[in-house]
């Protein structure tokens, strides 16, 4: 007899929904996204998803599988036990639009205030090392996992304070080219919260890429801004000061 | 409530891959109200997918390289069916389009003087293709992205286009549904660019996601436009066979290019033994040889042995994958085997091609710094498309232009890797530029006749309202099935005459192809729409590939395997009659005497 693969699905829409039980046939090699689509086929033409290109590359394919967030088409099936029944789920950070769909447009917007790649005069000559620590979060294929698992975000919803592990990286990228002249700290202070995020590093497990998103991009960030905002002799003053006093 | 909104603009771009992006940035910098509609949100589209390079004569590693040393190898790559007026305006203007790149914030990998980096491609004489490891389009789509949200685009993110509309025989719009919430809109406008990529969706095994259904080829043949050359299909050598799950991903050239060789299940590499004679005296003789190149060019020195044979054209490389696999010295699940992992270090292996290295571990449980890969032809680019004009990039229907992979004739019969990102920066800047001067030249937005729009929306409803047709899926499947048997790598008369007669079967089933659900982000509903546009397109490729009786390029034929002069003069036309889809013949135009002096040439 055929392998059958045990599936939970969330079919719904803002209004709410359900977990909808599927079984699919096993195939070798099979992710999640095959799961998704073979219920397509046969069972539920209208089951909304997004996908492209498949591959890892294009971070359109995010859900949370048992509750972990994963890209669907990087996620294999036989990782989990034959007689486990996998739950798929839209990202919960983000309202859903239907079914495995969410609106994903706040991050879009919190994309074009970020103060645009500005670059400097003359000849463009950098060196591999100085492209190196840049390309790291150029990787990024926006699947927005980071964003979903980030608890500032998924559970404090500080969506109007806080820009989020995916857009610091972005600000990081552009901080840290070596051709970029402008200055973003004024607003990853003020407008972007860079503050917020308190380092518990699930972005960092979660990205696909392996971005080492809060060592190589936030913490490096946090600590310019120190640099900037605290003038280090009245840092050093205040530190000798309350030393006196305890 | 109404039944559609309708928004003006002056330029609407439809497809947001690096064509659309750099056309939207160039209209919108000139002035014109521009609009990009897409069918993915941005910074999705099939662009992220290129992985080995961008070609461009910079330069940076050997200074001989020129724009006419490029312009040749884009011509003998394309067996000399390109246009050449494209070919040379693509080999000229690539190098300012890729600086542009990085002056708005692209970051290549670099050579040891701090310039781009550049590596060897097949096809190409000299190390030419700009990089970013294995995710090079990603690079370039993520740099386009972040230019084009501070250029005052307005971006519509999963829309389908469905017509376009024209008035007094001009394009003047067009009909999108959104698949969040399957309202239409009606974009009014004064010029519309189609960049929309290819059509590999039509195909079994493919590199091609969800979004490669043919749309702007469909759009512009049913708008009136002439689609030119499209029997070319390239098959990429180097896909996924094996596990099934991902039969048809694409591995980058890129590996070649890094020394990785080709191997049948005997252990020979069989590519010097599938040399063309118009290839002979370019490629190495000897695996000594070989291996003499790719130890100068791992050194960084300038080879003086000739490059190795796996480095040949797409279309020769993925003929002999197909000749060992059906000698029977093939590899276990149909395919034949790339190995790099016996050819460079296991460290230089992650740091040159990470995404593969990543991409085999996760799914195919392959290390590929310790094994081979097994991999075999994937169906990957369409060469053919819309006729433009070479400097505007205008169709043959006033106010439409197309760019990128919809747009043909800069590959001619088929593409060198590297040439597809080049091709969209060049060419989506030029549509741009000229869609806006187009826009310019018109007062007003033209009227839209509403009972033509009305007819678009009834039409695209119609699958709801069928009460015992045909699941989407399977009338999808079995058209890809089919044209990857009967117009696949090697057609022949009789296959091709099938396949003519089957897509019209599958038409009938598709008439009254039925969805459930509700028109809310509806997968099922959407390829019941984008049924049409693949049967219509197939039908075409299917036609031209009817036609042209001999073999050239991407496109051979059974019962005539060689290249004929006669058929050497002349482009295909495919276009809409009264009777249905014609294709013809048209002379091919030669280019100037200055340019067919460097094709004559030989260089060393």
Redesign the interface.
């Known amino acids: 007899m055929e392998q059958e693969a045990k599936l939970q699905i969330f079919r719904g829409d803002k209004d709410g929904g359900e977990m909808v039980d599927y079984s699919v046939p096993r195939i070798p090699g099979m992710v999640v996204l095959d799961a998704v689509h073979s219920v397509q086929k046969q069972q539920a033409a209208d089951l909304g998803v997004r996908w492209n290109c498949k591959a890892g590359k294009c971070g359109s394919c995010s859900a949370e599988v048992n509750g972990k967030p994963k890209l669907m088409c990087m996620e294999r099936m036989d990782k989990y036990p034959e007689d486990e029944t996998i739950s798929i789920r839209p990202m919960k950070t983000f309202p859903v639009i239907k079914d495995l769909v969410c609106d994903v447009s706040w991050n879009f917007e919190v994309n074009k205030k970020i103060i645009p790649f500005t670059p400097k005069e003359g000849e463009r000559i950098f060196y591999q090392y100085e492209a190196d620590r840049v390309q790291e979060f150029r990787k990024c294929i926006e699947c927005f996992l980071c964003q979903d698992v980030c608890h500032v975000l998924r559970e404090h919803e500080l969506q109007n304070e806080f820009i989020g592990p995916r857009f610091l990286v972005r600000s990081a990228s552009l901080e840290m080219h070596p051709l970029d002249v402008a200055d973003r700290s004024e607003q990853l202070v003020k407008e972007q919260g860079v503050g917020l995020c308190n380092i518990t590093k699930c972005c960092t497990e979660v990205c696909p890429e392996e971005i080492t998103i809060t060592d190589n991009a936030i913490i490096p960030l946090k600590e310019r801004m120190v640099d900037k905002y605290y003038d280090p002799l009245k840092w050093l003053w205040r530190k000798l000061f309350r030393k006196k006093s305890a | 409530m109404d039944r559609y909104t309708t928004l003006n603009y002056d330029v609407v771009i439809i497809g947001a891959g690096g064509a659309g992006l750099r056309a939207a940035i160039e209209a919108s910098a000139s002035g014109a109200k521009t609009a990009i509609v897409c069918k993915?949100?941005?910074?999705?589209?099939?662009t992220?997918?290129a992985e080995g390079g961008v070609a461009a004569s910079l330069a940076n590693l050997d200074e001989r390289d020129n724009w006419q040393t490029h312009f040749r190898d884009t011509m003998k790559g394309g067996k000399y069916l390109n246009q050449w007026r494209m070919a040379q305006l693509h080999a000229q203007e690539a190098p300012d389009r890729v600086n542009e790149l990085?002056?708005?914030?692209a970051?290549?990998?670099?050579t040891k003087?701090?310039?781009i980096?550049q590596r060897n491609f097949g096809g190409h004489t000299y190390p030419r293709l700009a990089h970013?490891?294995d995710?090079t389009g990603?690079?370039l789509l993520?740099t386009l992205q972040?230019?084009g949200?501070?250029s005052g685009i307005d971006v519509y993110?999963e829309y389908t286009v469905r017509r376009l509309l024209k008035t007094d025989g001009a394009v003047s719009g067009c009909v999108a549904y959104e698949r969040?919430t399957g309202r239409f809109t009606v974009f009014n406008t004064k010029a519309t660019v189609l960049a929309t990529g290819g059509t590999g969706r039509c195909w079994e095994v493919t590199s091609n996601?969800?979004?490669y259904t043919a749309d702007g080829h469909a759009l512009a043949l049913w708008a009136g436009a002439d689609l030119l050359d499209m029997e070319f299909i390239q098959f990429h050598p180097t896909g996924m066979v094996?596990?099934?799950?991902?039969k048809g991903?694409?591995i980058t050239e890129g590996v070649r290019g890094e020394g990785g060789v080709l191997k049948n299940s005997e252990g020979k590499r069989f590519m010097f033994e599938n040399i063309p004679e118009m290839f002979q005296g370019d490629y190495a003789e000897t695996e000594e040889e070989a291996n003499g190149w790719v130890k100068a060019v791992v050194a960084g020195k300038i080879p003086k042995e000739r490059r190795p044979p796996e480095l040949l054209t797409r279309d020769v490389v993925a003929r002999a994958i197909r000749k060992e696999v059906l000698a029977g010295r093939g590899a276990p699940h149909g395919g034949v085997y790339l190995d790099i992992a016996s050819r460079r270090p296991g460290e230089e292996i992650k740091k040159k091609l990470p995404?593969m290295y990543?991409?085999f571990k996760?799914?195919?449980d392959v290390d590929i710094t310790k094994e081979p890969m097994e991999v075999g032809p994937t169906c990957h680019y369409t060469m053919g498309g819309v006729k433009v004009d070479p400097e505007t990039q205008a169709s043959t229907v006033a106010g439409l232009y197309a760019a990128g992979e919809v747009a043909a004739g800069l590959h001619g019969a088929n593409r060198l890797g590297g040439n597809s990102l080049s091709d969209l920066l060049v060419f989506g800047k030029r549509a741009g530029e000229f869609a806006s001067k187009h826009a310019n030249g018109i007062s007003e937005n033209p009227s839209i006749n509403k009972a033509d729009v009305d007819k678009i929306i009834d039409d695209c409803l119609k699958p709801f309202n069928e009460s015992d047709g045909e699941?989407?899926?399977s009338i999808s499947?079995d058209l890809q099935k089919m044209m990857q048997l009967k117009v696949g790598i090697v057609r022949s008369e009789s296959d091709l005459k099938e396949a003519v007669e089957d897509i019209e079967a599958f038409r009938e089933r598709a008439k009254t192809v039925k969805?459930?659900?509700?028109v809310?982000?509806?997968?099922?509903?959407h390829?019941a729409l984008d049924l049409e546009n693949m049967l219509d397109i197939s039908e075409v490729v299917a036609k031209a590939a009817l036609q042209r009786e001999e073999s050239r390029g991407a496109h051979t034929r059974e019962d005539f395997p060689d290249s004929e002069d006669e058929w050497g003069k002349v482009n295909s036309i495919a276009r809409q009659t009264d009777s249905g889809y014609e294709v013809v013949k048209i002379p091919l135009e030669a280019p100037p005497a200055e340019l067919q002096e460097l094709l004559d040439k030989q260089i060393t």
């Open positions: 993915s949100l941005l910074g999705k589209a099939h992220v997918m990085e002056e708005w914030g970051v290549f990998d670099r003087t701090g310039k980096l970013v490891g995710r990603l690079e993520r972040d230019k949200v501070h993110m969040e996601s969800w979004e094996w596990p099934p799950s991902v991903t694409l995404s990543h991409q996760q799914l195919a699941n989407p899926y499947e969805v459930g659900g509700n809310q982000f509806n997968p099922g509903w390829l």
